[in-house]
């Protein structure tokens, strides 16, 4: 794992990546909130659904990929568009093996860690390094941009697994992932490894933006701004430009010619042992403990009929008292039947926030039933967010959630 720029390879090119400066990681923030947020736009708002919006990503990201690739040296807008992208498609890659094939997000998060180490080592065995501050042949920028993907489809899993299904939330899962970050820099800078530190960081900040564009999207009443995905991913869009723009005036993030191995970067190895290991147990103890905690929790009993006096049983679903969902869901449905649309499409925004908190304590229950009423409130949300939403497909989806419902 050094960081030597010696190179093979039957053309050598000047390195094809940005010196990682604080504008490096303020960009990649920026367009990790984006893959977040623009994900969620372009599925729901504009009602592509996740097979749809993933083949538009795709395509659009195999030309950034063409037009970086072409590049004889880092060019700020091919580079950032290229991140950006695999942001977006990345993020969708877990989304579809968690939606629409039902992968639980715990496989999701080991198979994406195995094929990040296995590429780690591909890409050492071949190389011998992994420095960042060499990717000067085509091979090793297609290492390079291999492992990017798989450290957005990671961080998806791992953030999503820690917000909902251990019920974190996505503002404690960000303030834990920006400690980690925080610690990880400070162990940089008093020797650890620092491609060991680089790639971990790299990973931890897919959570920590997705976060932040969480507590940018939500309303107010969930401990949100209220700026919804639409500003969200227009505000972060119109950042990410402006960076980019003086990146490409200024070439303050080109990175100097590297002629001598840099003797600081030895000894990755043991370090990436004992790191990973260190990391593995602790997530797997805090794994049990927390899913232990969740299943220890009773489970919340519905109320009584009025004028029952509470002697006839209430027929309640498997998951326990939905009764939360059920009035949200009929709030939304009376402001629709009113004509308040824009009403409407603010109070399920409750709807979203309050069934993926609730999701670690009842998925648990009955995994079938809680994916069953998980779809339902997918169809509601992206018709009642559509750019055009049509009234009837409407109260069509919100009638067949609140019969899921109970």
């Known amino acids: 794992m050094t960081a ?40 729901v708002n504009l009602n592509l659904g996740l097979t749809g919006v993933s083949v538009l990503t795709g395509v659009l990201l195999a030309a ?18 290229t991140v950006a992208l695999v942001s977006v498609f990345g993020t969708l890659v877990t989304d579809n093996l968690t939606d629409a094939v039902g992968v639980p997000l715990e ?15 591909a890409w050492y065995r071949t190389e011998k390094t992994l420095s960042i501050h060499s990717i000067v042949t085509r091979r090793r920028e297609a290492f390079y941009w291999l492992a990017i993907l798989f450290t957005f489809a990671l961080g998806t899993a791992t953030g999503d697994l820690m917000a909902e299904v251990l019920g974190l939330g996505y503002l404690p899962t960000g303030l834990i992932v920006a400690g980690l970050i925080a610690a990880l820099a400070l162990g940089w800078r008093l020797g650890l490894h620092p491609a060991l530190a680089f790639w971990f960081i790299y990973v931890l900040t897919r959570p920590l933006g997705a976060s932040i564009g969480d507590y940018l999207s939500q309303s107010p009443g969930n401990g949100g701004l209220g700026l919804g995905t639409t500003v969200t991913s227009l505000i972060f869009t119109v950042a990410i430009v402006a960076v980019v723009v003086y990146l490409s005036l200024s070439k303050v993030d080109v990175t100097p010619r590297r002629t001598a191995t840099d003797a600081s970067a030895r000894g990755g190895l043991r370090q990436t042992i004992a790191v990973v290991g260190l990391v593995v147990v602790a997530s797997v103890v805090g794994y049990v403990l927390r899913t232990s905690a969740l299943q220890a929790e009773p489970a919340s009993a519905a109320p009584a009929p009025a004028g029952t006096g509470g002697s006839q049983p209430v027929r309640q679903s498997p998951l326990g008292d939905l009764s939360q969902f059920k009035t949200i869901t009929q709030d939304t449905l009376t402001k629709l039947d009113s004509g308040d649309q824009s009403g409407a499409t603010s ?39 559509a750019t055009s939403p049509d009234a009837a497909e409407e109260k069509t989806a919100l009638n067949d959630l609140l019969a899921a419902l109970g």
């Not at 609730?358 to 079938?368: H, Q, T």
């Open 64 to 81: 950034a990929l063409v037009f970086q690739f072409r590049a004889d040296r880092y060019r700020p807008v091919a580079y950032w568009l």
């Open 4 to 43: 030597s720029s010696t190179v093979a390879g039957p053309r050598t090119l000047l390195n094809k990546v940005p010196e990682v400066t604080a504008y490096f990681w303020i960009v990649k923030v920026l367009c990790t909130t984006v893959g977040e947020s623009a994900a969620d736009f372009l599925n």
């Open 107 to 121: 496989t999701s998060t080991i198979v994406f860690g195995v094929l990040l180490a296995t590429t780690f080592l």
């Open 347 to 385: 109070r399920v925004d409750d709807l979203e926030t309050g069934w993926d908190n609730a999701e670690a304590r009842l998925k648990p229950r009955d995994p079938a039933a809680w994916t069953a009423v998980d779809g339902k409130i997918d169809t509601v949300l992206r018709q009642l967010r």
